[in-house]
């Protein structure tokens, strides 16, 4: 007998085909899969997207069945939001400026960028990039970031696409 469930998505990797919505009511997470919103005519969903949806209780949980309606996130500013939740609070020591991704890993969470030759790099925390609407980082990819310093070194506070394809200039 199928449920009724209106929630948020909680994550969704397209990559992986699937995701998890944290339904309004005390009910367990719900598995909804990358074939089931396409077949109701949505071709992918995003973190914070509103959904209404039928579930069915299967062996490992409740499970999307159909898909009846999802609404994009509406996103808030990235001040409005918490504070990165990474093991150490850094407090931002430079303006944005141009760095260039040495890389980035979504499967470990992090990553690399650097001001140029014999600068030192500056680490990148996939919370981080989240908390500024990125999904992730390109190798060679020019952004913006503002960084300060970590237990470990330089750390990213926060990452932004340079505007209309330019990169401000380091300083």
Not at 74 to 82: N, V
Not at 86 to 114: C, D, I, M, Y
Request: hydrophobic share 40%.
């Amino acid at each position: 007998q199928p449920i009724n469930i209106e929630g948020v998505v909680k994550w969704f990797d397209a990559v992986k085909g699937y995701g998890f919505v944290k339904p309004d009511h005390d009910l367990p997470d719900v598995l909804l899969h990358v074939t089931c919103l396409r077949r109701d005519g949505f071709p992918i969903t995003v973190e914070g997207s509103r959904v209404v949806l039928e579930a069915v209780r299967g062996q490992r949980g409740l499970q999307a069945l159909r898909v009846l309606k999802v609404e994009p996130p509406k996103l808030p500013h990235p001040s409005e939001l918490p504070p990165v939740r990474t093991h150490a609070q850094v407090v931002p020591s430079s303006g944005l400026e141009g760095v260039t991704v040495k890389w980035f890993n979504r499967v470990r969470g992090f990553g690399f960028v650097s001001k140029g030759e014999g600068a030192p790099d500056i680490f990148v925390h996939m919370e981080t990039l989240r908390r500024f609407g990125l999904a992730e980082l390109r190798p060679g990819q020019q952004v913006l970031v503002r960084y300060g310093p970590g237990p470990k070194g330089l750390m990213a506070t926060e990452v932004r696409l340079p505007e209309h394809g330019a990169v401000a200039a380091s300083h």
